[in-house]
Structure formats: structure tokens, C-alpha cells
């Protein structure tokens, strides 16, 4: 067990096969002792190039379709897995890590997208906010660290403003002449509060 516990996050979908969201992890420096291109350490990414990733991707897709638990050892890595609609997400860990972490980790997944998509995880939901999950993606794992797992605080860092407070910023003016203009207006209303005052 690592701290670099993620090795990948992967979102498929199971109609065609196809990726719909990756991304996998390394550490930023192998241990000591290690060359520096191996991949036989624990956080490094076994699946350098984008061909062994989507060889990978189609192992694990025509394993999991098959299977009902939500956690496999598959290609000696543990893999736990959640279906949605159409798509399945993925987290990949070592051999050697904590499945219930790692579970804790799709779970969190799950559920910071049912609260962003509004309980419509679908592939074509997926798509069309792909900004919104990436960002919670990476609001749960950055590098291979888990970072939080409670959906409510990762949503709640990712979700756009409500729509009533866009209404307000949108009449204001942050260009430099803007800014220039708002100086000025907060100068002068000083300058006669203090004349006010004396």
C-alpha cells in the first residue's frame, strides 16, 4: 500500500465499447533504486501508451460485463467498478491496496455525478458536462492520492454558481478600464465621506 493509491480512473461506455473519460496516474518520482522508466513499482503507471491502455480498456470491459461482483482482480491489479445506465465507471489500484479505499473512491464517483447530473449518469449527460467531470475527478484523486471522498464537498467544489447570482455578475465590468472607473467612483465616495465628517 501507497500513498499513489489510484493507478487509474477510467469511465467506458458499455454500448460500443468505447472510452469515454481517462485518466491514468503515476508518481511523480519512482523510489530510489528504481530506473527511471520501469513500471514494476508501486504508483507507477503499467499502461504507458495509449495502445496498451486501450487493450486494457477492452480486457477489462469484456471481464466486468460478465461479472456481479463490484470488485475483480484483473491484469494483477484491483479493479472495482460501478455500473450507471450506459456506462461503467473504474477505479484501478495495485495489487496491494485497499479495496475498501478504493471502493470508497467509486462510490464517491457515483455519487458526486448523481448530485452534478441530477441523477442522469449517462453517457451523453457524461459528454455534454464533461467540464463538471473531470473536475470532480480530480477533485477526488490528483496523481494517484485520494483526496476526499464525500460526495456532498466534492460536488459543492465543482458545481457552476446558481442561476440567480449570474444574473448580478453579469453587470459588472472587469476590464481594466472598468476597474479604473469603480477606483475612482470608491475614491470619490471616500473623499466626501471624510468632508462629510469633519
Known amino acids: 500500500m501507497s500513498l499513489f493509491s489510484v493507478n487509474a480512473i477510467l469511465i467506458l461506455s458499455t454500448d ?3 472510452r469515454i473519460l481517462a485518466k491514468y496516474y503515476s508518481a511523480p518520482h519512482p523510489p530510489i ?3 527511471p522508466n520501469s513500471t514494476n513499482y508501486p504508483g507507477a503507471n503499467p499502461y504507458p501508451n495509449l495502445k496498451e491502455q486501450k487493450a ?10 460478465k461479472q456481479t461482483s463490484d470488485i475483480i482482480l484483473y491484469d494483477n491489479r ?23 479505499l478504493l471502493y470508497n473512491v467509486v462510490l464517491a464517483l457515483r455519487d458526486s455525478l448523481n448530485i ?9 449527460t457524461i459528454i455534454e458536462n464533461y467540464d463538471l467531470v473531470s473536475l470532480a475527478i480530480d477533485e477526488i484523486i490528483d496523481d494517484g492520492i ?3 471522498t ?3 464537498i466534492i460536488t459543492s467544489r465543482v458545481s457552476r454558481p446558481p442561476v440567480q447570482d449570474i444574473a448580478s455578475v453579469k453587470g459588472i465590468d472587469l476590464s481594466e478600464q472598468g476597474l479604473l472607473n469603480a477606483w ?7 473623499g466626501e465621506r471624510l468632508r462629510q465628517g469633519l
Not at 56 to 65: P, Q
Not at 78 to 100: H, R, T
Not at 184 to 190: I, S, V, Y
Request: aromatic share 6%; proline share 2%; glycine share 8%.
Open 16 to 18: 460500443d465499447s468505447s
Open 56 to 65: 486494457f480498456e477492452k480486457g477489462l470491459l469484456d471481464k466486468t460485463s
Open 150 to 152: 464525500d460526495p456532498v
Open 33 to 35: 533504486g528504481v530506473a
Open 78 to 100: 484491483v479493479v472495482v467498478f460501478k455500473m450507471e445506465s450506459d456506462v461503467m465507471l473504474y477505479v484501478i489500484g495495485g495489487a496491494d491496496e485497499n479495496e475498501i
Open 146 to 148: 485520494i483526496l476526499e
Open 116 to 124: 452534478l447530473l441530477k441523477s442522469s449518469t449517462d453517457k451523453r
Open 184 to 190: 475612482e467612483f470608491g475614491k470619490m465616495k471616500l
